[in-house]
């Protein structure tokens, strides 16, 4: 079997990007290993990923002014990644509560329900639900 197992977010820091995305988002932190970079500085290996999920997000620290001038923007202000629940407006409502800026209200489309949101780097995100 092939398939998507992660995809890298570049963020300031590795504490407040784990406690979003477990906390707010109700990911699970599947690793945060101590590793090294290709130069020998430390870092450390973080995925999180929603609970069930074979996907997840690798959390990367930023390393340098290069990759530091992305976080929030890896995307060029498109809405790069999806998230796709159950229960859109208990997620919604929850997530309001919590708050998540939503820089767009919901609004339903062929392909479901959608609001979008902003993780903890600034990058934008839809929260998906089914077609009504």
């Avoid at 906390?23 to 290709?38: C, G, I, K, Q, R």
């Avoid at 990644?81 to 998540?100: N, Q, S």
């Avoid at 609004?107 to 998906?128: C, H, K, M, Q, T």
Wanted: aromatic content about 10%; proline content about 6%; glycine content about 8%.
């Amino acid at each position: 079997m092939t398939f998507l197992q992660l995809v890298s977010i570049i963020v300031h820091e590795y504490d407040p990007a784990i406690r979003f995305f477990v906390d707010v988002l109700e990911f699970e932190l599947v690793e945060d290993s101590p590793a090294v970079t290709t130069d020998g500085c430390a870092k450390r290996w973080v995925v999180v990923r929603p609970p069930g999920a074979q996907t997840g997000l690798v959390l990367a620290r930023a390393d340098g002014e290069r990759q530091a001038a992305v976080v929030g923007a890896q995307h060029a202000g498109r809405v790069g990644f999806f998230l796709r629940v159950d229960d859109f407006r208990a997620r919604y409502e929850k997530m309001i509560a919590a708050g998540l800026e939503f820089v767009r209200p919901p609004r339903s489309e062929p392909y479901g329900e959608v609001a979008v949101f902003l993780d903890i780097a600034g990058n934008r995100w839809d929260l998906l639900g089914s077609p009504r």
